[in-house]
Nanobody, 123 residues
Framework: VQLQASGGGLVQAGGFLRLSCAAS????????LGWFRQAAGKEREFVAR????????NYADSVKGRFTISRDNAKNTVYLQMDSLKPEDTAVYYC?????????????????WGQGTLVTVSS
């Protein structure tokens, strides 16, 4: 299984970025997908997740209303649209996949992980 994240970069506060994560080696529609992030010196934290068909999503309170997770099962890709970015959003963002849509996600657990993409938001 491979999860290839892309789309990170440097952006000013208030700006936007869209992260993508292309998956291979798994039956994509059989997995819930999500994003986590880890800022320097901090623990990895849950950001967002989406169900197998995309019918339900969950977000961390810190990003609710600003970030949107979506997926395209035809392209084996999950996205994270990040709007109204803040300096505190600066982190390495990781995509993840798991066959279950359970509380494991909130515990920072998932079956498969991508390599991470760096997002830096300047003030």
């Amino acid at each position: 299984v491979q999860l290839q994240a892309s789309g990170g970069g440097l952006v000013q506060a208030g700006g936007f970025l869209r992260l993508s994560c292309a998956a291979s080696g798994l039956t994509f529609s059989g997995y819930a997908l999500g994003w986590f992030r880890q800022a320097a010196g901090k623990e990895r934290e849950f950001v967002a997740r989406i169900t197998w068909g995309g019918g339900a999503t969950n977000y961390a309170d810190s990003v609710k209303g600003r970030f949107t997770i979506s997926r395209d099962n035809a392209k084996n890709t999950v996205y994270l649209q990040m709007d109204s970015l803040k300096p505190e959003d600066t982190a390495v963002y990781y995509c993840a996949a798991d066959p279950k849509y359970s509380d494991r996600w909130f515990q920072g657990l998932a079956g498969f992980w991508g390599q991470g993409t760096l997002v830096t938001v300047s003030s």
